[in-house]
């Protein structure tokens, strides 16, 4: 890693109440509890904290970014089309990426990047698994460069995909292939 301090792991029931104050400061859509529930007790879902421990501590497993990612069924997603399949088509699979953040004070240092690494690394592990997306909202810039510096392709525009605060914003949908797809 560039920072010595910062660790990967993954996100247990101890990190609920900092994520979902994460996700509330710094995501303009708001998520159910249902969801940060399921985040942490891993119910479908895969998700890595980084933590920086140099933090006094009482900090020093805070959550400071994460990534939270699930796994879908190739055949039953909105990139059905451009899975190139073999004959075992039933069992092929994606991981879809549901949301990404560091926190402002832990951002330019490589810690998105290092996250989002570690959910290809699992991915590639996963025989059965084609790729990754995800959809990002059409202004976020330095989401977009982040993801296409990772190699992602941007593969579709949604019109009207997000709506916040009774306003409609497209998003851009991106992939990453792995395992020959
Ligand atoms: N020294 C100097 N610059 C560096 C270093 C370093 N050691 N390491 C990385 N950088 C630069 C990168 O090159 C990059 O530069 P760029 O702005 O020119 O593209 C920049 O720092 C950011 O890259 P990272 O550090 O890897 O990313 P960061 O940890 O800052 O997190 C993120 C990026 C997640 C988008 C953050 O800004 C954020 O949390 N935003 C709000 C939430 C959000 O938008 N999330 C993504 C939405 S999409 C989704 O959730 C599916």
């Known amino acids: 890693s560039l920072c010595p301090s910062i660790y990967y792991r993954p996100i247990n029931p101890n990190d609920l109440d900092r994520l979902e104050q994460i ?3 710094i995501f303009p859509i708001k998520y159910e509890s249902e969801f940060f529930r399921s985040v942490v007790n891993g119910v479908d879902i895969v998700s890595w904290a980084a933590v920086d421990r140099s933090r006094p501590d009482d900090h ?16 039953d997603s909105e990139i059905d089309d451009l899975i190139h399949y073999d004959s075992s088509k039933v069992e092929e699979t994606l991981i879809y990426i549901l949301t990404l953040g560091v926190v402002e004070t832990y951002r330019n240092r490589g810690i998105a990047m290092s996250l989002i690494s570690e959910v290809i690394k699992y991915a590639s592990g996963l025989s059965l698994c084609r790729g990754l997306y995800l959809h990002v909202i059409a202004h976020n810039n330095p989401a977009i460069r982040l993801y296409q510096r990772l190699m992602f392709r941007c593969v579709r525009r949604l019109y009207g995909f997000y709506l916040i605060k009774q306003q409609h914003f497209d998003a851009f949908l991106f992939v990453y292939f792995i395992n020959d797809s």
């Not at 020093?60 to 055949?75: P, R």
């Open 23 to 25: 996700h509330r400061d």
């Open 60 to 75: 020093s497993d805070e959550l400071i970014g994460f990534v939270t990612a699930k796994c879908v069924l190739a055949k």
